[in-house]
C-alpha cells in the first residue's frame, strides 16, 4: 500500500512482471486488504489458540497469562513491527516478491474474500461510505510543483525552474509579458516609399508592423528583407505592390492564459501576435520568443542586458524605465515587487501615491527606496532604485 503509484505504473509500462502483478492486485484494493487481512488474523488466532493449549499443558491455567504475554511480544516484534517498517522503507523490495503470492492465493480464496468484503462494504454504505467516492491518484497543479520541488537532485535546478514555469502558465496572461502598445514600433503606409524604405532599412527587426494612420488601424507585417529586394529588383515600389506583400495579422484577446495562447500559436502557425481587448483596441505585441523566455529563462546572461529599461549605477542604484514590466524586473533583477495589480513600475508608484508624483518625490514600497527622477506626459518617466538599502519589515506581533 506504500508503494509509489506513479513509479509502479512506469515500472509496469516497462514490463516488470512483479510491478504488473501489483498493478493488479492495488486496482481492487478491498479484496487486497481483505486477502491480508483474512490470512493475518487467520495466523494470530490459530496462534493463540495454540499457546493457551501448549500452556494448558505444561502450567495449567496459571501459564496462560504468561502464553499470552510472550506470544504478545513476539507477534508484535517478529510479525508486526519489524517486517512492516521494512516494508515501509522499502515497499518495492517486498510487494513485488509477495504479488507472485498473493496473486493466486487470491484466485483461490476468491469466494471467501468476496464474501468478507460484500459484509464490509454493506457496514460502510450504511454509514454513507461508498467505494466509487475514494479520492483518486491524480496531482492537482500545486501538489505537482510540490513533487518537482521536492525532487531534489534527480533534477537539476534549471530544469526545476522550467518544470515549473510550464505548470504556471495557466496562472499568467498574455497582457503579462507582452511589448505594451507605446513601446510597438511599425511603420505607416500612407508615408512616402522613399520614407518607408529608410526606416526598414535601419529597422532592427526582420517582421515590421503596418498600420495606417495610427496603431489602433492594423493591416499585418511585411518582410523587410524582401521589401528590399522588390524595391532592388524594380524600377519602384509602389503602395499597391507594398499593400500586397502584407500578410494579415493575428490578433490575441486580452485575458487569454499563456498555455492556452502556446496551443494556438501552434495550431494556427504563427510567431507572434497582436493583443487586443474587447473593443477591438491594441494593446501590446505577444512574440513565441517572449513566450518560450517565460519558461526556460532569458537567454542573456547579465540580468540587466535584456532588460533595456534597466541602467546599472555605479553606486549600485538603478535608473529604470515607469514602462519597465514588474513581471521582468521580479523575475530577472530578483526585485521582490508586488506583480499582481499594476504591470509596469509606472503604475505600481502611482496606485501607490494614489496620485501623479512630481519629480524629486521619494517612496518606499515592498522595503525598496525610490526617487521619481523624470516626469513626461503625465507618466513616470525614469525612476531611480536603490535595492542595495532595502529594508525589510518585520511582522508585528
Known sequence: MTLNRYRLKHLADEGHTGAQLAAKLLE??????????????????MASSLATLIALRL???GAIAIAAGILTFVVLIFSEVAPKTLAAMHPEKVAFPAAWVYTPLLKVMFPLVWLVNLMANSILKLLGIYQEDSEGQALSREELKTVVNEAGA????????????ILDLEKTYVEDIMVPRTQLDGIDI???????LDQLQ????????????????????IHSRNI?????DSDGLTHEELRELVREPYFIPKGTPLNKQLINFQRNRRRWGLVVDEYGDVHGLLTMADLLEEIVGEFATDPSDHIASVHPQDDGSYLVD??????????NMHWELPTEGPKTLNGLIVEHL??????????????????????????VKTARIRPLERRIEKPSD
Open 190 to 196: 500612407d508615408a512616402s516609399i522613399s520614407e518607408i
Open 228 to 232: 528590399l529586394k522588390e524595391a532592388l
Open 28 to 45: 481492487k484494493p478491498d479484496r487486497l486488504i481483505g486477502l491480508i487481512l483474512l490470512g493475518n488474523n487467520f495466523v494470530n488466532i
Open 154 to 165: 534527480m533534477i537539476p535546478h534549471k530544469h526545476q525552474r522550467m518544470l515549473l514555469s
Open 322 to 331: 515607469g514602462t519597465a514590466s514588474l513581471r521582468e524586473l521580479s523575475r
Open 202 to 221: 535601419q529597422s532592427p527587426y526582420t517582421r515590421v508592423l503596418v498600420y495606417e494612420g495610427s496603431i489602433d488601424h492594423v493591416l499585418g507585417f
Open 59 to 61: 502450567g495449567g491455567d
Open 354 to 379: 494614489q496620485t501623479l508624483p512630481e519629480a524629486g518625490t521619494s517612496l518606499m514600497i515592498e522595503g525598496y527606496p525610490i526617487d521619481i527622477i523624470q516626469i513626461q506626459d503625465n507618466v
